[in-house]
T-cell receptor
Framework: SQQGEEDPQALSIQEGENATMNCSYK?????LQWYRQNSGRGLVHLIL?????REKHSGRLRVTLDTSKKSSSLLITASRAADTASYFC????????????FGTGTKLQVIP | NAGVTQTPKFQVLKTGQSMTLQCAQD?????MYWYRQDPGMGLRLIYY???????DKGEVPNGYNVSRLNKREFSLRLESAAPSQTSVYFC????????????FGSGTQLSVL
């Protein structure tokens, strides 16, 4: 089974609203990353948070990490139609920096 | 910058045929990866190469082999293709030392009939 699981699997919101998606993982990690995938394209890196960090911001993105609960959340504020995409979390297990595994993804639809 | 280049973009195979997916990166990255993506499954790691000269199994390595030809190139080989290997395959690379971000190729859509 996969290391990470995103929740919800799908999310539909109106433009301007905030979107929150969650990621849970199974083993201790060094870092957690979030990626976006537009339909039919490769993944694009959004943000990386290290295991000793609790919160990180990048533009309209806010990521939190709770290592005690083995979970992370991605908040997209003031969503736009262009944010419509699938979002994935990715982790590397402690001691294995280069083995990066992905979750199952959240499909976000932002309605104009 | 080309980034990560995968070839071919599309391929149709018959069961039992073999083929090699090519991947090259021009960012002088140490680590390279092969993933497959199936509907509803997210990305699953097939093999990865932490550095030139090393390869390791990922989550779903059965039915695949890899070669890290040099620092730039990382190929994925299907020796005897099966319908279960129908998927979209992505190659990625990263600097690797501190798990910096992955850069992805545009993918290869493979159908095995």
């Amino acid at each position: 089974s996969q290391q990470g699981e995103e929740d919800p699997q799908a999310l539909s919101i109106q433009e301007g609203e905030n979107a929150t998606m969650n990621c849970s993982y199974k083993t201790s990690i060094n870092n957690l990353q979030w990626y976006r995938q537009n339909s039919g394209r490769g993944l694009v890196h959004l943000i990386l948070i290290r295991s000793n960090e609790r919160e990180k911001h990048s533009g309209r993105l806010r990521v939190t990490l709770d290592t005690s609960k083995k979970s992370s959340s991605l908040l997209i504020t003031a969503s736009r139609a262009a944010d419509t995409a699938s979002y994935f979390c990715a982790t590397d297990a402690t001691g294995g920096y280069q083995k990066v595994t992905f979750g199952t993804g959240t499909k976000l639809q932002v309605i104009p | 910058n080309a980034g990560v280049t995968q070839t071919p973009k599309f391929q149709v195979l018959k069961t039992g045929q073999s083929m090699t997916l090519q991947c090259a990166q021009d960012m002088n990255h140490n680590s390279m990866y092969w993933y497959r993506q199936d509907p509803g499954m997210g990305l699953r790691l097939i093999y990865y190469s932490a550095s030139e000269g090393t390869t390791d199994k990922g989550e779903v390595p059965n039915g695949y082999n890899v070669s890290r030809l040099n620092k730039r190139e990382f190929s994925l080989r299907l020796e005897s293709a099966a319908p279960s290997q129908t998927s979209v395959y992505f190659c990625a690379s990263s600097d690797g030392q501190f798990n910096e971000k992955l850069f992805f190729g545009s993918g290869t859509q493979l159908s095995v009939l």
